[in-house]
């Protein structure tokens, strides 16, 4: 079983840095590619990050390449999304979610992704 829990978001000023977590109380854990997205009010669910379950590949949306990375602890059970030089349009509910499917490299659609957590709220003010 999968069972994802979202942390860490809050509310921080444009420029500054949260880091969010994604704990999973499953045992299978390190078999999955894992990936980050959010949600802004009125808008679709959107990809921001995805990682392999080894860790090797990494994926991330135009918007947030080289401000934010993702990385995962699989001992831990945790995925984690460091977010630096945040800006007021990264203001979102962010979720992360588990693929299962063995496929060569993280997806960027969130249709592929097959449990997800309940969401942290992350609101960047300008």
């Known amino acids: 079983q999968v069972r994802l829990v979202e942390s860490g978001g809050g509310l921080v000023q444009a420029g500054g840095s949260l880091r969010l977590s994604c704990a999973n109380s499953?045992?299978?854990?390190?078999?999955?590619?894992m990936g980050w997205f959010r949600q802004a009010p009125g808008k679709e669910r959107e990809f921001v990050a995805a990682?392999?379950?080894?860790?090797?590949?990494?994926r991330y949306a135009d918007s947030v390449k080289g401000r934010f990375t993702i990385s995962r602890e699989n001992a831990k059970n945790t995925a984690y999304l460091q977010m630096n030089s945040l800006k007021p349009e990264d203001t979102a509910v962010y979720y992360c979610g588990v693929d299962r499917k063995n496929t060569v490299q993280p997806m960027v659609n969130p249709g592929e992704y097959d449990y997800w957590g309940q969401g942290t709220q992350v609101t960047v003010s300008s």
């Open positions: 499953g045992r299978t854990f390190s078999v999955y590619h």
């Open positions: 990682i392999s379950w080894t860790g090797r590949t990494t």
